[in-house]
């Protein structure tokens, strides 16, 4: 298995809260990414990085920010968490010659 | 962005049955990946496969790059089969990849 690593793997806030999820990997892979998955929706990127400090949008970055100071390390941070991103949120690696990509074991999130 | 379709969205087998799942895709992709999500919600690789065919025990897959589609086939079926299979494809190695709304399977004993 892939050594990926997603804290916290549930957590519940408040609305308007901060909260950072941390994706953490042991492969020195230069790409990650962040998922969300909503039922009907399948999988929808949130933001991703090409290496330490490059990062870019996805398709629903809208609310998110991130964060990548070390190769291992890949932070999603809510600013101020609302009950639409309710939601699991995976975290995804690949290598710079590999294509295929590998996925952490989900962080199910509720904001009430 | 690439639209990914699958088909069937549920489907329900009886034990040792076969079956044959679709993903379509609207533009040239490089990358193709299969994907289980078992009822834990891990996801599962099955196959990295942009064109070509490859099998793996029961299971084997099929992408024609060119038709722009890809099938997943499950022969012999087991409960354990059950869960959700995403099919996720990308232009461009770095680049995001785009998922199926995937197709949900119930393997009944």
């Known amino acids: 298995d892939a050594g990926i690593t997603q804290s916290p793997r549930h957590k519940v806030t408040e609305t308007g809260t901060p909260v950072t999820l941390r994706c953490h990997q042991t492969?020195?892979?230069?790409?990650m990414y962040w998922y969300r998955q909503d039922p009907g929706h399948g999988l929808r990127l949130i933001h991703y990085?090409?290496?330490?400090?490059?990062?870019d949008k996805g398709e629903v970055s809208d609310g998110y920010s991130v964060s990548r100071s070390k190769t291992e390390d890949f932070l999603l941070t809510l600013e101020s968490a609302t009950s639409s991103q309710t939601s699991v949120y995976f975290c995804?690696?690949?290598?710079?010659?590999?294509?295929?990509?590998?996925f952490g074991q989900g962080t199910r999130l509720t904001v009430v | 962005g690439i639209q990914v379709e699958q088909s069937p969205p549920d489907l329900i087998l009886q034990e040792g049955a076969n079956s044959t799942l679709r993903c379509n895709f609207s533009?040239?992709?490089?990358?193709l990946q299969w994907f289980h999500q078992n009822p834990w919600g891990q996801l599962i690789n099955l196959f990295y496969?942009?064109?070509g065919t490859k099998q793996n025990g029961r299971l084997s897959a099929t992408t024609v790059a060119t038709e722009r589609y890809s099938l997943l086939y499950i022969s012999s079926s087991q409960t354990t089969d059950s869960g959700v299979y995403f099919c996720?494809?990308?232009?461009?190695?770095?680049?995001?990849?785009?998922f199926g709304t995937g197709t949900s399977l119930t393997v009944i004993p």
């Open positions: 995804a690696i690949r290598g710079d010659s590999i294509a295929e990509a590998f």
């Open positions: 492969e020195n892979h230069r790409y």
């Open positions: 990085s090409y290496g330490v400090k490059d990062t």
């Open positions: 533009d040239s992709v490089n990358n």
């Open positions: 496969i942009p064109s």
């Open positions: 996720a494809v990308e232009r461009n190695t770095g680049n995001q990849f785009y």
